[in-house]
């Protein structure tokens, strides 16, 4: 699986967009961006993912560049609850796929503090 | 519909025991995979079972085992612990075959080797 590249850690305001950007120079053509979060002490927890095309659902947009060589996780209206640890990652997707491809590969990712 | 739960929440062990973690997967789930997560690290993979076999193994040693039930749930077993392998243990599940790949994990057993 491709590697990504996050900052370390972002601040941001209470009822102001979050966005969290991702690098992921390597990544292959069949390979999609998945982005996960963790709250403190939680287990992680899926937000989205996408192949090549801007997505959007109740919880977060994410918009691939055209390169796919980087992305960006967009929180529109970061709240407290939003703190938390965001993965980004990058794996092979698809239905019927080996075990292999279920792996995720997760690295420090990025701590989001939202402040009031 | 039931999430994943792990069990115990939180353990001791000494150096040199056994410990054994439990996983019921999500209600429909054919699939569990373990990991590890040490402090101020992300989750790392350990291994992954369908179909009551083991199906993907990450870089951990033949002293990390596991099993899988008939109704999907699923057992990790460390032996010989190290002091090392104090970490959060995460237990995901998911259907092989169907969904976006997405993976539903558990709150995780607290591991604390002395």
């Known amino acids: 699986d491709a590697k990504t590249t996050q900052p370390t850690s972002m601040d941001c305001a209470e009822g102001r967009a979050a966005n969290l950007p991702c690098n992921h120079s390597?990544?292959?053509?069949?390979?999609?961006v998945y982005w996960y979060r963790q709250i403190h002490s939680q287990g992680p927890q899926y937000i989205i993912h996408?192949?090549?095309n801007n997505e959007t659902n109740e919880m977060a947009s994410l918009i691939i560049t055209e390169d796919r060589k980087s992305s960006t996780l967009i929180l529109p209206h970061a709240t407290l609850r939003d703190t938390a640890v965001y993965y980004c990652?990058?794996?092979?997707?698809?239905?019927?796929?080996?075990?292999?491809?279920?792996?995720?590969?997760f690295g420090k990712g990025t701590l989001l503090t939202v402040n009031p | 519909e039931t999430g994943v739960t792990q069990s115990p929440t939180h353990l001791i062990k000494t150096r040199g025991q056994q410990v054994t973690l439990r996983c019921s997967s999500q209600?429909?789930?054919?699939?569990v995979s373990w990991y590890q997560q040490a402090l101020g690290q992300g989750p790392q993979f350990i291994f992954q079972?369908?179909?009551?076999?083991?199906?993907g193994r990450g870089n951990f040693p033949p002293r990390f085992s596991g099993l899988q039930f008939p109704n999907y749930s699923s057992e990790l077993n460390v032996n010989a612990l190290e002091l090392d392998d104090s970490a959060l243990y995460l237990c995901?599940?998911?259907?092989?075959?169907?969904?976006?790949?997405?993976?539903?994990f558990g709150e995780g057993s607290r591991l604390t080797v002395l």
């Open positions: 390597t990544i292959s053509g069949n390979e999609y």
């Open positions: 079972y369908y179909r009551e076999e083991e199906n």
């Open positions: 996408g192949l090549k």
């Open positions: 990652i990058v794996r092979v997707g698809g239905l019927n796929s080996g075990g292999s491809n279920y792996k995720l590969t």
């Open positions: 209600s429909g789930h054919n699939t």
């Open positions: 995901a599940s998911n259907v092989r075959g169907a969904g976006t790949g997405e993976l539903f």
